[in-house]
């Protein structure tokens, strides 16, 4: 049918035979331009080599989260290429009970969100790119998860706090992966405001974390999630890897490669 209607796109699906859908992939290349931007050319961290905390506009703070950052930043070393935090989880159950923080290999489903992100791990995965853009998967999580597994060395690993998260999700609205109607947003943050009101205030600023040494379970397999054939997106991404407008968009792209800086 793509052929037939004369699509320029109609030879490049992906693995589903599924064409790219611009609402999709723009997630993908935001992230990759994000966190490019910061460690490259945001000049206020050009000196700053700690973790950065990756958040998003429909996340949730938890008030002591910097105090966490500075009692992980005991153990972590900065200089660690392979070692994230995960501030965010996704447990139902967020007790606060605990001050273990668990010490695993990352998985991009459970811990990926309120990621802290150092400059040394971006340099380690800046020579990943060429996998991560051309990998068929339209989420840049599961694609950061195809980089860890199979380009990293040793792996990603990352500290996270399974039963007492600092970030909290509030994307179950609109988002994404989400369209629910009966739903506000204003509620869920209430919800989460007073879940951290009572009990659980006494519980904020732990004096100190325990760190449980690496888990010994295995990374996990997957399948690709397809959405990400399209050499557009490929070539697209491969340029803000590179900060230099790859040779194909001087032809898909004229106008965008001629007035338009990457960063």
């Known amino acids: ?38 460690f490259e050319h945001l000049v206020a961290l050009s000196r700053y ?17 910097l ?8 153990q972590l070393n900065v200089s660690e290429p392979n070692g994230v935090v995960s501030f965010g989880s996704y447990t139902a159950q967020q007790t606060y009970t605990s001050n273990e923080v668990n010490t695993e290999y990352w998985v991009s489903s459970r811990d990926n969100m309120g990621m802290g992100i150092s400059r040394a791990v971006w340099r380690n995965l800046s020579t990943c790119l060429k996998l991560f853009c051309q990998f068929d998967d339209y989420n840049w999580d599961w694609s950061l998860y195809e980089i860890s597994a199979h380009c990293i060395p040793n792996h990603l690993k990352v500290f996270r706090f399974p039963s007492a998260t600092r970030v909290y999700h509030l994307g179950n609205c609109i988002g994404l992966h989400h ?13 989460v405001t ?3 009101s009572g009990p ?18 295995r990374m ?24 230099s407008w790859n040779s194909s968009l ?3 792209a004229p106008q965008l490669t001629a007035h338009s800086p990457i960063y």
């Not at 004369?6 to 994000?34: E, F, T």
């Not at 996990?220 to 900060?243: E, I, K, V």
Request: glycine content about 2%; proline content about 4%; overall charge positive.
């Open 67 to 74: 105090h966490v950052l500075r009692l992980v930043e005991r």
């Open 220 to 243: 996990l397999t997957f399948r690709a999630n397809g959405g990400w054939a399209d050499p557009r997106d490929h070539a697209l991404c491969q340029s803000m890897a590179t900060a």
């Open 250 to 252: 001087l032809i898909w």
């Open 194 to 196: 007073q879940r951290l």
């Open 1 to 38: 049918m793509a052929e037939w209607l004369g699509c320029s796109n109609a030879k490049w699906m992906d693995k589903y035979s599924q064409y790219r859908k611009p609402s999709i992939v723009q997630a993908k290349h935001h992230w990759l331009w994000k966190i490019r931007f910061v």
């Open 49 to 65: 080599d700690r973790n950065v905390i990756f958040l998003e506009e429909d996340h949730y703070v938890v008030e002591d989260i």
């Open 179 to 191: 369209r629910n109607v009966n739903c506000s947003v204003q509620e869920q943050a209430l919800i």
């Open 200 to 217: 659980v205030v006494a519980r904020l600023y732990p004096p100190v974390f325990n760190f449980k040494p690496l888990s010994t379970k």
